[in-house]
């Protein structure tokens, strides 16, 4: 059965329950988490993030629907070779 809201952690220990659907970088401010952006039209990758261990592009892709009680967590991906 689809659920009409997602729950997701954020980075900054917050809950939120978010519609599918829904923008990743609104959803993210509403909680008081800043997703870093640059190009907004997906071909940056400043602002990808980690659901559940899967990286995506939070300024073109949204919230997804989930069919059972799983919860989205939210991670910032770290690049290894960034802090180098
Ligand atoms: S801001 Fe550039 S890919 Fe999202």
Request: glycine share 10%; aromatic share 8%.
């Amino acid at each position: 059965m689809k659920r009409d809201f997602v729950e997701i952690e954020w980075p900054n220990g917050e809950h939120s329950f978010v519609a599918p659907g829904s923008n990743w970088l609104g959803s993210a401010l509403e909680v008081g988490v800043e997703i870093p952006t640059g190009c907004l039209g997906g071909s940056c990758g400043a602002c990808e993030i980690e659901v559940n261990g899967e990286v995506l592009r939070a300024c073109i892709d949204n919230v997804p629907s989930l069919d059972n009680s799983k919860l989205l967590k939210v991670d910032f991906v770290t690049d290894p070779y960034w802090d180098q």
